[in-house]
C-alpha cells in the first residue's frame, strides 16, 4: 500500500500530445465515451462518500488506498479533459434524465440510508466495497481499452491509464480475496452487493441515454461480450462467489 | 481574495522529508513529552480522511473547486501522518493501519450516528450548513497551522524544525482555502452567520478532541500553548476566525484553553 502511495501519479497533461489529437481528430462516439469515462472518474468522490459513510472508513489501511486512488482519479479526469480540449469538444458534465430502475434503488440511496444499513452491515462491509470496487476496475478496463481500439491516436495515454487502473487492481483483488477467504458474512454481505450494483459504479449519476452508450459500445459487439464473459470469469473465481454472481454481473454490463 | 483552485492541485504534492537527515535523531533525539505531541498530530493527519467523510455528506463535494481541493487536501494530511510516523520511527515508535482502525472502532455509536447526523442537517439547513464546515474547517487549520509553527520554535530541532514548516507550508494553503469558502459563503447569509457562530461556539473543540483521550488533549495544549507565548498565538487564532462574516468576538480556541485550565 505504502509503495502504492509513494508512487502515485498526478497531472498526465506534459504526456498528451494535444496537437497530434487535434490534427488526427476523434470519431463522435470517442469523443461520447471520453465524455462518459470523464463523468464515471470525476465522481469518485461521491463512490468515496458512500464508503466512508460506513465502517468502511475505520480501515486505515483502507482509507490510505482510497486516497491516493482518489487523486490517481482526479488527475485521469483532467487527463480526459484535456482530450476533449484538444479536439474543441463540450467538456460540460452530461446531462439529461437518470435511468429509474427498480432494481438499482439501493445505488441510489443517499448518505443517511445508505450509514444506517451501513451500521447495521457492521464491519465486514469493506469487503463487498473492495469487491465491487475491483470489478468496476475490471470493467473500466475493458471501457479504456475500447477506447484505444476506437482511437489509435489515445493509445499511448490508454496504455498509461491501464497501468494506473493495474496498481488499483492489485491493492483491491489482493484485499478482496484475503476478506472474501477469511469471513462468511463478508461473502454474504459482497453477493447481496453484486445483486444490488449498476455498473460502472456511479452509473446512477449518468444519463439514460449515455449509459444505454456505453453499455452498447463498450460491451455490445462479439468482442464487448467476450470483455463481459473475462470479468464474469473473474468474478466467478473470486473466494465465495460462483458463476452465477460472474453471469449477474455480465449480463448488466450489457443490459 | 478567491483561492486559485488550478494553481493549488498543478502544485499540491506530498510533503518530502527525503532531503532531511533523520539520523540526527538517533544522537539528538526528541524529548518524551515532545513525542507525545508529535503522536497525537500523527493520528490527527491520518484521520482526516474522517473529517473528509463528514464534509462528503453535503452537497458541496459536487462543486468542482471543492471536490478538487478535498481530494488534494485529503492527501497532502495523510502524508503529514506519514512524514510524522517517520520522525516517530527513528524513536521506536510504530504508528501501524491497525491501531489507526482500532482508534477509529473505540469510537462506537457517535461515530457511527456522526454521518446520519450530518446528513440530516445538510439536507434540513441545505447550502448554509457547507458554510458552517468551512467556517469549522478554517479554525482547525489555522490552529493547526500555529502548532506546527509553535512545536518548531519550542523544540529548535533543525531538522524538526524544517519538516514542520514544510507541513506549516501546506496548512497555509487549506487555511486560504477554507477561510475563503468560509467568507464568501457566510457574507450572504444571515442564517449561515448564525448557524456557524452557534456550532462554533457551542460545539467547536481543538482539533482531535473527540477522537483522541482527554488526557492528551490536554497535554498538547498545555506543551504547546501554556504561557504568554502561547496564548498570544491563541489569541491570533481567534482573531482570524472572529474576522470571519457573523464570528465577530469569538474567542473559540482561547476558551477551549480555559476549559482546560491551561495557565496564560
Not at chain 2, 504534492?13 to 507525545?36: H, I, K, Q
Not at chain 2, 471543492?66 to 492527501?75: E, H, L, S
Not at chain 2, 530541532?157 to 477561510?179: C, D, G, M, N, S
Request: proline content about 3%.
Amino acid at each position: 500500500m505504502r509503495e502504492f502511495a509513494r508512487t502515485v501519479q498526478g497531472s498526465h497533461r506534459d504526456e498528451i500530445d494535444a496537437a497530434a489529437i487535434a490534427s488526427a481528430g476523434l470519431a463522435a462516439d470517442a469523443v461520447h465515451l471520453v465524455r462518459v469515462l470523464r463523468d464515471l472518474e470525476r465522481g469518485t468522490l461521491h463512490r468515496m462518500r458512500n464508503l466512508l459513510v460506513t465502517a468502511t472508513h475505520k480501515d486505515a489501511r483502507v482509507t490510505a488506498f482510497l486516497t491516493s486512488w482518489a487523486f490517481e482519479k482526479f488527475w485521469i479526469a483532467d487527463a480526459l479533459d484535456a482530450v476533449l480540449e484538444a479536439v474543441g469538444a463540450d467538456t460540460a458534465a452530461l446531462e439529461g434524465p437518470r435511468r429509474r430502475s427498480p432494481r438499482e434503488r439501493a445505488e441510489r440511496r443517499g448518505p443517511v440510508r445508505r450509514a444506517i444499513a451501513g451500521n447495521f452491515a457492521g464491519t465486514q462491509l469493506v469487503a463487498a466495497h473492495v469487491t465491487t470496487g475491483l470489478i468496476d476496475e475490471w470493467i473500466s478496463q475493458a471501457a479504456y481499452r475500447r477506447l484505444g481500439e476506437a482511437a489509435s491516436v489515445l493509445s499511448d495515454l490508454v496504455t498509461r491509464l491501464l497501468a494506473l487502473k493495474d496498481r488499483h487492481i492489485a491493492f483491491l483483488s489482493e484485499d478482496a480475496e484475503r476478506r472474501l477467504a477469511a469471513n462468511n458474512r463478508a461473502v454474504k454481505l459482497t453477493r447481496k452487493a453484486i445483486a444490488q450494483a449498476a455498473w460502472p459504479i456511479g452509473a446512477t449519476e449518468i444519463p439514460d441515454a449515455d449509459r444505454t452508450f456505453f453499455e452498447t459500445f463498450v460491451f455490445g459487439g462479439t468482442e464487448g461480450r467476450t470483455a463481459a464473459a473475462r470479468i464474469a470469469e473473474r468474478v466467478a473465481a473470486l473466494p465465495g462467489l460462483t458463476s452465477a454472481h460472474g453471469d449477474t454481473v455480465a449480463a448488466r454490463l450489457a443490459s | 481574495m478567491a483561492f486559485d483552485i488550478d494553481r493549488y492541485t498543478a502544485t499540491s504534492d506530498a510533503v518530502a522529508w527525503g532531503d532531511l537527515d533523520f539520523d540526527t535523531f538517533d544522537t539528538d533525539p526528541l524529548p518524551e513529552s515532545t513525542l507525545r505531541t508529535l503522536r497525537y498530530m500523527c493520528d490527527i493527519e491520518y484521520h482526516t480522511v474522517c473529517y473528509l467523510r463528514d464534509l462528503l455528506t453535503t452537497p458541496s463535494h459536487k462543486e468542482a473547486d471543492v471536490g478538487a481541493f478535498m481530494t488534494m487536501w485529503n492527501r497532502e494530511e495523510f502524508w503529514h501522518g506519514e512524514a510524522l510516523a517517520a520522525v516517530l520511527a527513528k524513536h521506536d515508535i510504530t504508528v501501524d493501519f491497525d491501531q489507526l482502525k482500532a482508534t477509529r472502532l473505540k469510537l462506537g455509536w457517535k461515530d457511527r450516528l456522526d454521518p446520519i447526523k450530518q446528513s440530516i442537517m445538510g439536507g434540513l439547513v441545505g447550502n448554509d450548513f457547507v458554510a458552517v464546515h468551512m467556517a469549522w474547517g478554517a479554525a482547525n487549520e489555522w490552529s493547526a497551522n500555529a502548532a506546527y509553527l509553535r512545536m518548531a520554535e519550542l523544540e529548535g530541532h533543525p531538522v524538526l524544525a524544517e519538516l514542520l514548516k514544510r507541513i506549516a507550508r501546506q496548512e497555509t494553503r487549506h487555511v486560504a482555502f477554507y477561510a475563503s469558502q468560509a467568507r464568501d459563503r457566510l457574507k450572504d447569509s444571515k442564517k449561515a452567520q448564525k448557524l456557524a457562530r452557534f456550532a462554533l461556539s457551542r460545539f467547536w473543540g481543538p482539533v482531535g478532541s473527540g477522537v483522541q483521550e482527554e488526557s492528551e488533549v490536554t497535554h498538547v495544549m498545555n506543551h504547546l500553548f501554556a504561557g504568554p507565548d502561547g496564548r498570544k498565538l491563541v489569541r491570533d487564532v481567534d482573531s482570524h476566525i472572529a474576522k470571519l462574516p457573523g464570528l465577530e468576538g469569538l474567542t473559540i480556541v482561547e476558551d477551549s484553553l480555559e476549559k482546560r485550565g491551561i495557565a496564560a
